[in-house]
Nanobody, 127 residues
Framework: QVQVVESGGGLVQAGGSLRLSCAAS????????MGWFRQAPGKEREFVAAISWSGNSQSYTDSVKGRFTISRDNAKNTVYLQMNNLKPEDTAVYFC????????????????????WGQGTQVTVSS
């Protein structure tokens, strides 16, 4: 079993930056693709970004392309989400999750393929 804990959220002005971290514990972290999702008030949880277990493949939702970067350090069992040029519409609770093994990168957006979710970290962007 894998446990994940997110950190790094906070309050930032529009145009600012934050770096979220997701620390995983448990076995075989390096074998899992990892994803970031977010849920804004009154909205469904949505895909933000994902990275393959090797780190060689990344995927982003269109609204964050060019602004957010996902990366991972398997030696530290940690996944990061660098968020630049933040906008008020990025305000949400951000969740990290481990994708079940055996899925291809075409399934990164499918939340049902993820089994291990963190509690989330709040990101608030003021205008």
């Amino acid at each position: 079993q894998v446990q994940v804990v997110e950190s790094g959220g906070g309050l930032v002005q529009a145009g600012g930056s934050l770096r979220l971290s997701c620390a995983a514990s448990g076995r075989t972290f390096s074998g899992y693709a990892m994803g970031w999702f977010r849920q804004a008030p009154g909205k469904e949880r949505e895909f933000v970004a994902a990275i393959s277990w090797s780190g060689n493949s990344q995927s982003y939702t269109d609204s964050v392309k060019g602004r957010f970067t996902i990366s991972r350090d398997n030696a530290k069992n940690t996944v990061y989400l660098q968020m630049n040029n933040l906008k008020p519409e990025d305000t949400a609770v951000y969740f990290c999750a481990c994708q079940n093994p055996g899925y291809s990168s075409t399934t990164y957006r499918a939340q049902e393929t993820y089994s291990y979710w963190g509690q989330g970290t709040q990101v608030t962007v003021s205008s």
